[in-house]
């Protein structure tokens, strides 16, 4: 089976859309769409804009959480605490999950999968997901096909933060990503847009992605690894 190559950008924002914008060019150029993680709780006019625009050039969008807070009463994320769908009852999770899809309906965006922040999810989490209609769920491990009930392993891979680990981290994301691919696997690239700051980072992922089209890897999106185009064009 031929490897296939997801590429995702997450913090999608208006100060960073410059950047943004050069990924997704140089990622075109390359025939490589990609898949967009957007948390609705931090929506900008501009940032909407772009998102609608590169959804209707064939790329993804995914709901990443709703604003990442950890809990009910809004705290952020810190180092070490869970993620906001990691340890979530369904119930809990439904209910963050109703406002999130809120906040995507009042600016004209529709969701093509779910994928938790830190890729982390709870059961729960999935049992809300499958109850909201959601068709799939990429978490750390795999992409989920809520309706089948399958899964395709891949494990996501990204960065690492802080300059010291840098160039650990851009030698292992493109190492992988060759391995991968020479398997015939599912290649999953993660970067957020605080990634493309940085020249070194930059520039793995896009030798990453090279790599894994050498070794005859196809570009897809998220929603493709569970129902390829021509089937979703069927």
Known sequence: MAARLVVSLSGVSARMLDRCAELSAELT?????LSLLFAPGFAEPETVDWLRGRQSRGDALLLHGFNHAAEPRGRTIAL???AEFA????HEANLRLTAAI??????GLVADGFAPPRWLVSPGTLIALRHKGFALCADVTGVRDLRRGTVHRGRVQGFGRGDRTEPWWCYALVLGAARQARKGGLVRLAADAMDLVRSGSRQALLDAVDIALHHGAGGVTYPEV?????ARAA
């Open 102 to 107: 809120a906040a995507l309906e009042r600016v």
């Open 87 to 90: 340890a979530l009852p369904a």
């Open 226 to 230: 569970i129902t390829p185009r021509q």
């Open 80 to 82: 070490g605490r869970k």
């Open 29 to 33: 150029r390359r025939g490589v769409p």
